[in-house]
């Protein structure tokens, strides 16, 4: 550690004993760094949903999870260019039509422009709504590796996540949606 005084021009060379504000300083950028590196969707699991906001391919209002309340939602954090996301994409369809009697909405959410999704979502016959996210949407699930998939109860808290494409991810999925329908 440096100290300024009046030595000359020069620094003068402190102690080595920390000041107060200097280990406060150190802690919160400590435990800043460390929230920052846990965060991930499975943090949230037990939580009230973060809200989201996206755009329909049809139009331009913005939707948000307040337009499920009462329903089970299956939010898909996807990509038009993620292989795993296509892999997945037959498996996310059967489970919306398998279970949408009974309340359960899948929705596809990515950040890439409207017109690229409508031609992907054509291209592969894909049945399930996929929307535009916009703001802090996908941030705020800390949707980073693809897919994340958050599934959010009738009450509006999240109730499992699953990030990236791990084997067995479906079989979970429909466990988790099981147990919450």
């Known amino acids: 550690m440096i100290a300024r005084g009046n030595h000359g021009g020069r620094p003068a060379r402190s102690s080595g004993v920390p000041r107060p504000a200097t280990l406060a300083l150190a802690a919160a ?8 590196a ?3 969707p499975a943090d949230l699991v037990g939580q009230p949903a973060p809200p989201i906001r996206a755009r329909p391919l ?3 209002r913005e939707v ?3 337009e499920y309340r009462g329903r089970v ?18 498996e996310l ?8 009697a009974r309340g359960l909405v899948v929705v596809g959410l990515t950040r890439e422009p409207r017109e690229r999704i409508r031609a992907h979502v054509a291209a592969h016959a894909i049945a399930i709504p996929w929307m535009q996210c916009t703001g802090r949407t996908a941030a705020s699930y800390d949707a980073r590796g693809l897919p994340t ?3 959010v109860d009738r009450a509006g808290r999240v109730r499992a996540a699953h990030q990236g ?6 079989a979970r999925l429909r466990r988790d949606v099981a147990a919450i329908l």
């Open 29 to 36: 950028l400590a435990a800043g760094i460390a929230s920052v």
């Open 38 to 40: 846990a965060a991930s």
């Open 58 to 60: 049809d139009g331009d």
């Open 64 to 66: 948000g999870l307040e």
């Open 73 to 90: 939602v299956l939010l898909a954090f996807v990509a038009t260019w993620c292989g795993a996301c296509r892999q997945l994409a037959p």
């Open 93 to 100: 369809d059967a489970l919306a039509a398998e279970h949408q």
């Open 149 to 151: 998939l958050v599934l």
């Open 165 to 170: 494409a791990t084997p067995g991810v479906a």
